[in-house]
């Protein structure tokens, strides 16, 4: 299933139903903001999804928290592959520790193999975090954690 949102449109949420999604292996959406996102998560299940690809806009850290969580929740325990991508950096926030503290939501999938995490923050990993990710992701295969850099400002 491939979700875009190009537009501004909002969930209706008079005739939304949540579901069980029992055959879905693959979820990739495109979208500017991750509320409604987290919103269906939190309210579904993906038993058989395999692979996980979210590329966003806008991605202030009380998102990137709600939409790990809301994703470790959701019962996809053969989860093998997530891809979370920002398309810019978030405006006027302060960047620290949490968005690594959101990515040990991740640890409750043991069958991931693949993680790749391309933000416009500073992701902050010490040497208990990997040592934990490696006996929790046993047959992970490739970890890219990746931070574009800021255009340079020159002096005028």
């Not at 491939?2 to 209706?12: F, G, P, V, W």
């Not at 299940?45 to 959701?74: D, M």
């Not at 991508?85 to 960047?95: L, N, R, V």
Request: glycine share 2%.
């Amino acid at each position: 299933m491939r979700i875009n949102e190009y537009t501004h449109y909002r969930l209706d949420w008079d005739n939304l139903y949540f579901a069980r999604f029992l055959n879905l292996t693959t979820l990739i959406l495109y979208v500017q903001t991750c509320t409604d996102v987290i919103t269906v998560m939190q309210h579904s299940e993906f038993p058989s999804l395999k692979e996980f690809q979210i590329y966003v806009g806008v991605f202030p850290w009380a998102e990137a928290e709600e939409l790990c969580r809301a994703l470790s929740l959701c019962k996809a325990c053969d989860l093998e592959s997530i891809e979370i991508s920002t398309y810019g950096p978030t405006a006027q926030e302060q960047f620290s520790e949490q968005y690594s503290t959101a990515i040990k939501n991740f640890l409750r999938f043991p069958q991931l193999r693949t993680l790749r995490l391309s933000l416009y923050c500073p992701i902050y990993i010490d040497n208990d975090f990997l040592l934990e990710a490696m006996s929790s992701w046993p047959h992970i295969r490739y970890l890219k954690l990746y931070r574009p850099r800021f255009p340079s400002v020159s002096p005028a």
